[in-house]
């Protein structure tokens, strides 16, 4: 059964790059790759989109490699502020492009 | 711009009984969500619509879950009769007309379900 997948947990320092790695085969070929972030008792909160190569906004990149096999959210010089909770989120091929989440990556940023 | 509204914040049952979730979504987005998100887990889908109709619920479990989107707005999710494995956090998003594969979703605060 395809799936997404990414590490449980990660640990960082304020002022360092977080990459944040998600694993998904057979994914749409049509479809984005979005990651979100989310906040105790909150709902996510969309951080990037992307379809393929590399895709960069304000608070976030998005790398895609070529297989589409895995997507990286880099996060730049994070704060205190951007502990949460990071979720990737691909359409899946083989279950007829059925939305599907990964378990999530908790993302402590220590002082 | 308001955002996605959910209602109630919390409810706390006891097993076998009924219970039903609001969620208004915001305006001008065709596409609703719903999802059930368990402790230490990712959302889940449950449902989809594309304004009325419901395309993809595939992961609804139909026998005591339904759902209703009536006039392409606001959407009810109802459980009846819970169960205790049904306590989690159902989430309600919106998103433009489209996949969700393409579109932004935009997520309400949650309705956090305890089922004793």
């Known amino acids: 059964l395809a799936k997404t997948t990414q590490p449980i947990s990660m640990d960082s320092y304020e002022g360092q790059e977080v990459n944040i790695t998600c694993s998904h085969n057979?994914?749409?070929?049509?479809?984005?790759i979005t990651w979100y972030q989310q906040f105790p008792s909150q709902g996510p909160r969309f951080i990037i989109q992307?379809?393929?190569t590399k895709v960069t906004n304000e608070v976030a990149s998005l790398f895609i490699p070529a297989d589409r096999k895995s997507s990286t959210l880099s996060l730049p010089r994070v704060s205190l502020s951007d502990t949460a909770v990071y979720y990737c989120?691909?359409?899946?091929?083989?279950?007829?492009?059925?939305?599907?989440f990964g378990q999530g990556t908790e993302l402590s940023v220590k002082p | 711009e308001a955002g996605v509204v959910q209602s109630p914040r919390y409810k706390i049952i006891e097993k076998k009984q009924p219970v039903a979730f609001w969620c208004n979504p915001i305006?001008?987005?065709?596409?609703l969500y719903w999802y059930r998100q368990n402790l230490g887990q990712g959302p889940e889908l449950l449902i989809r619509?594309?304004?009325?109709?419901?395309?993809?619920d595939s992961q609804l479990p139909k026998d005591r879950f339904s759902a209703e989107r009536l006039k392409g707005v606001d959407s009810t999710l109802k459980i009846q009769p819970a169960e205790l494995g049904d306590s989690a956090v159902y989430l309600c998003?919106?998103?433009?007309?489209?996949?969700?594969?393409?579109?932004?979703?935009?997520f309400g605060p949650g309705t956090r379900l305890t089922v004793l």
């Open positions: 998003a919106s998103s433009q007309l489209g996949a969700g594969g393409y579109n932004e979703q935009f």
């Open positions: 057979n994914i749409a070929t049509n479809d984005y």
């Open positions: 992307g379809y393929k």
């Open positions: 989120l691909v359409a899946i091929y083989n279950q007829g492009g059925k939305l599907i």
């Open positions: 305006s001008g987005h065709n596409t």
């Open positions: 619509y594309e304004n009325e109709e419901a395309v993809d």
